[in-house]
């Protein structure tokens, strides 16, 4: 790390800084919600196309970095005072993403020319396993847009759409009847009582908490991911019900058709906080015992081999600035998509699911888990 912060940097000339006033109007209504930060500037956009360079909101600090690194040089004192032992680990992350370059052997280089990749710890849980296989997967894909490699990773472990699948979940009255929660229903009693419908979209049916009305701050949002096998879904849905209403889960949502319940987040309920996640995961775990679970790839897992894990939404400052609202796992994949086909455009020795990997534990994500650092955007609280 020291050896890092000794060396010459200077900031990627394939960059250029603009201004948020100056960007075009139309680029301004897409970026509406970054001015909300009050620290943001404006974004680092490649000046030709590059898949391994996406366009990045800054703020002012990492504005006046930059441009203080237009001149190569040791990386300025005003730095290591402000940031004090974040030094090391921001830097990297700025050297990862090619926001700034690092002299090597007389060159400039930055992502997996420029970072050692570490070893990775042994996989935690069967979650932990099937992340680093959609990895593995995501390296053999010839794609190079990094938006069509982030929807193949966030899509690894979904059921197939068969023919019977598409026949037995038709559509969402179909859905709910099959749930038990279609008028007379076995589960609809316990619906109605506990939650109201939210406007379906055509992905999702949602209910809100009638006790409660949660804001939407813009802020962190932690999600708890039920993912039984289809096959069990039905059996259990009464129970799931019944465990998030006793943990006073403020919205839950399930997929409307065979495409949403065949994806292994097919049921996402949302929380305030950590701790009312964990007791709605206890909840569940003791109702759903025994059922098989499917997985959801990039969550920490909770518990039952995969059936129930959790994940984070991050807030707008965190988010992609194109990428519109960012969902836990995407916020995950569309980096470790940019980092699969920057390690391939390098052509270092290091594999690129590897490289991917250490680019997120720059993030603060555990590889071993894939669980968030307890500072990652906040405090659970």
């Known amino acids: 790390m020291q050896d890092l912060l000794g060396r010459e940097l200077r900031a990627n000339p394939a960059y250029e800084l603009v201004l948020w006033d100056r960007l075009a109007p139309e680029e301004r209504r897409a970026l509406d919600r970054l001015p909300q ?102 390296q053999a894909l010839a794609i190079d847009d990094p938006l069509r490699l982030s929807f193949r990773l966030y899509g690894y472990n979904r059921r197939p759409l068969t023919p019977r699948w598409r026949k037995l979940l038709s559509g969402p009255e179909v859905v709910q009847a099959h749930l038990g929660i279609a008028p007379g229903g076995p589960n609809r009693k316990l619906l109605d009582r506990t939650w109201r419908p939210s406007p379906p979209s055509e992905a999702w049916l949602s209910w809100r908490s009638r006790a409660s009305e949660p804001a939407d701050s813009g802020g962190v949002t932690w999600k708890l991911y039920v993912s039984p096998a289809p096959e069990a879904l039905a059996e259990g849905f009464g129970a799931v019900l019944e465990a998030l209403a006793a943990a006073r889960a403020g919205q839950f949502k399930i997929g409307s058709g065979a495409a949403g319940l065949l994806r292994p987040d097919k049921i996402v309920a949302y929380f305030p906080s950590f701790e009312r996640l964990e007791e709605a995961a206890r909840a569940v775990e003791s109702r759903l015992a025994g059922v098989p679970a499917q997985g959801v790839p990039f969550t920490s897992e909770i518990a039952g081999g995969g059936l129930l894990s959790w994940g984070m939404d991050p807030p707008v400052t965190e988010r992609d600035p194109w990428g519109g609202r960012e969902s836990w796992r995407l916020w995950l994949t569309h980096r470790l998509a940019r980092a699969l086909i920057a390690a391939r455009s390098a052509g270092e020795e290091v594999e690129p699911w590897r490289y991917a990997v250490e680019r997120l534990r720059l993030e603060g994500i555990d590889p071993a888990s894939w669980t968030p650092a307890a500072s990652q955007w906040g405090r659970r609280s």
């Open 37 to 138: 930060d009050p620290d943001f500037y404006g974004i680092l956009r490649p000046r030709s196309e590059n898949a391994a360079l996406g366009v990045k909101a800054v703020d002012r600090d990492t504005a006046l970095l930059f441009l203080t690194l237009r001149e190569p040089g040791p990386l300025p004192s005003y730095v290591r005072s402000a940031l004090g032992e974040a030094t090391g680990r921001a830097i990297e992350r700025l050297i990862a993403d090619g926001v700034l370059e690092i002299e090597k052997d007389g060159t400039f280089v930055w992502g997996p020319a420029a970072l050692q990749v570490r070893e990775v710890l042994p996989a935690g849980g069967r979650l932990a396993g099937l992340s680093i296989a959609a990895l593995r997967y995501g």
